[in-house]
């Protein structure tokens, strides 16, 4: 193995990011003998909070982000924020192995469907979306229901718009003023599924246990490891994530979500290009976590085996929950609890999670729902 990209101990990893994916990141990095920069527009944001040191810019700072470039030894990303542009200007000053590529597709909805389609994976039928004319038109050929979303800044997952029938073209003005947007098929979903996939410099690549996902109002509120599927399914999916991993030219963690149909059809929704909320299990459920192989692929060490270590289900915590999930810290010691120390949470906002090892699954999703919290 080439060690000519080994980033050793000692040198200093740089995160642009400073949510709780860039936090775990850093707790990754920090035990594996780094030093860690996060560069973020909030002060004392939830990654600072763990690492060496913090520049407090905005991500289109460029003299901020080149002199967070000198700092670091090497630069990794976990947010959305950050234009693609920006990455490839700063390669030319410090390593980023996840590259650009996977960025600037997974921030363009149309370009992120043919990305998927070259490869021969499935996507909901869809269309590109410049005005209500073009929509009149287009949802005959797509059908109702059927979804607009927003072209651009996925990171905000209420730009969307479900459709019912053509009364509900009018309230798509709104949206389509911000700019193209994307018509797809309602995908009549059973399980929402996702598989988080690592890849490193010398194209080694290795494939985290498949989960199922429960979502809420667009937030992600459980994750259920490994998911409820067939084998025949299970190994389709993990396939899908193979596929797109080799097909990447960085190095890192990539998360994949897909659609599933009553049928056992698989639709890819949408691809990650770093870690992903729904692999948190991963830091109790597997032998090595999504962030402790993300550091390792940046940094040039080679992929560990991936084991399964537990069977799990993983809740989300959101700022409204808080004050009862602090109840269940003495009354369930077998729990995992993980918070982001954020001070100031919107309503909403995940603050937390928990993630909990078992092997009778639906006794622990009843046992999470008995505490009245979530419903």
Same mark, same amino acid.
């Given at each position: 193995?080439?060690?000519?990209?080994?980033?050793?101990?000692?040198?200093?990893? $740089?995160?642009?990011?400073?949510?709780?994916?860039?936090?775990? !990141?850093? =707790?990754?990095?920090?035990?594996?003998?780094?030093?860690?920069?996060?560069?973020? +527009?909030?002060?004392?944001?939830?990654?600072?909070?763990?690492?060496?040191?913090?520049?407090?810019?905005? =991500?289109?700072? @460029?003299?901020?982000?080149?002199?967070?470039?000198?700092?670091?030894?090497?630069?990794?990303?976990?947010?959305?924020?950050?234009?693609?542009?920006?990455?490839?200007?700063?390669?030319?000053?410090?390593?980023?192995?996840?590259?650009?590529?996977?960025?600037?597709?997974?921030?363009?909805? *149309? !370009?992120?469907?043919?990305?998927?389609?070259?490869?021969?994976?499935?996507?909901?039928?869809?269309?590109?979306?410049?005005?209500?004319?073009?929509?009149?038109?287009?949802?005959?050929?797509?059908?109702?229901?059927?979804?607009?979303?927003?072209?651009?800044?996925?990171?905000?997952?209420?730009?969307?718009?479900?459709?019912?029938?053509?009364?509900?073209?009018?309230?798509?003005?709104?949206?389509?003023?911000?700019?193209?947007?994307? !018509?797809?098929?309602?995908?009549? *979903?059973?399980?929402?599924?996702? &598989?988080?996939? &690592?890849?490193?410099?010398?194209?080694?690549?290795? /494939?985290?246990?498949?989960?199922?996902?429960?979502?809420? $109002?667009?937030?992600?509120?459980?994750?259920?490891?490994?998911?409820?599927?067939?084998?025949?399914?299970?190994?389709?999916?993990?396939?899908?994530?193979?596929?797109?991993?080799?097909?990447? @030219?960085?190095?890192?963690? #990539?998360?994949?979500?897909?659609?599933?149909?009553?049928?056992?059809?698989?639709?890819?929704?949408?691809?990650?290009?770093? +870690?992903?909320?729904?692999?948190? %299990?991963?830091?109790?459920?597997?032998?090595?976590? @999504?962030? %402790?192989?993300? #550091?390792?692929?940046?940094?040039?060490? +080679?992929?560990?085996?991936?084991?399964?270590?537990?069977?799990?289900?993983?809740?989300? &915590?959101?700022?409204?929950?808080? @004050?009862?999930?602090?109840?269940? *810290?003495? #009354?369930? +010691?077998?729990?995992?609890?993980? =918070?982001?120390?954020?001070?100031?949470?919107?309503?909403?906002?995940?603050?937390?999670? /928990?993630?909990? !090892?078992?092997?009778?699954?639906?006794?622990?999703? %009843?046992?999470?729902?008995?505490?009245?919290?979530?419903?």
């Amino acid at each position: 193995m080439s060690l000519s990209n080994f980033i050793e101990p000692g040198k200093t990893i $740089g995160i642009i990011g400073g949510g709780q994916l860039g936090r775990m !990141l850093a =707790f990754s990095a920090k035990k594996m003998g780094y030093i860690v920069g996060v560069f973020d +527009p909030e002060e004392h944001c939830s990654a600072a909070q763990v690492a060496d040191w913090q520049m407090k810019a905005a =991500f289109d700072d @460029e003299e901020a982000l080149m002199a967070f470039a000198m700092k670091s030894d090497v630069v990794t990303y976990a947010t959305e924020k950050i234009d693609a542009e920006w990455i490839d200007r700063l390669k030319q000053t410090v390593p980023v192995p996840q590259g650009s590529e996977l960025l600037a597709i997974t921030q363009d909805r *149309i !370009l992120e469907k043919a990305h998927l389609e070259l490869h021969n994976l499935n996507v909901a039928p869809y269309v590109s979306i410049i005005s209500l004319e073009d929509l009149k038109e287009s949802v005959s050929s797509i059908g109702y229901p059927c979804v607009l979303k927003a072209l651009y800044g996925r990171a905000n997952q209420k730009e969307k718009i479900v459709l019912q029938d053509e009364r509900d073209i009018q309230k798509c003005a709104g949206l389509l003023r911000t700019g193209t947007c994307v !018509l797809e098929s309602w995908i009549p *979903i059973e399980r929402e599924l996702s &598989v988080m996939t &690592v890849r490193n410099e010398n194209g080694e690549t290795g /494939i985290f246990p498949v989960s199922e996902n429960i979502y809420r $109002g667009h937030q992600l509120h459980m994750s259920i490891t490994p998911a409820r599927i067939d084998e025949e399914v299970r190994a389709e999916v993990e396939r899908i994530g193979h596929i797109i991993a080799e097909q990447t @030219e960085g190095a890192g963690v #990539i998360g994949v979500e897909i659609f599933m149909t009553s049928s056992g059809t698989l639709y890819v929704n949408e691809i990650h290009s770093f +870690p992903h909320e729904s692999g948190y %299990d991963t830091i109790e459920a597997c032998s090595f976590s @999504e962030f %402790d192989v993300h #550091i390792r692929a940046i940094c040039g060490w +080679p992929l560990p085996t991936l084991k399964e270590s537990a069977k799990s289900v993983m809740v989300n &915590v959101l700022s409204e929950h808080m @004050e009862a999930v602090k109840t269940q *810290i003495r #009354i369930k +010691p077998d729990w995992h609890f993980h =918070f982001y120390g954020k001070k100031e949470a919107k309503k909403n906002e995940a603050v937390g999670h /928990i993630t909990i !090892l078992t092997d009778q699954r639906e006794k622990t999703i %009843d046992a999470i729902y008995d505490t009245d919290i979530w419903e």
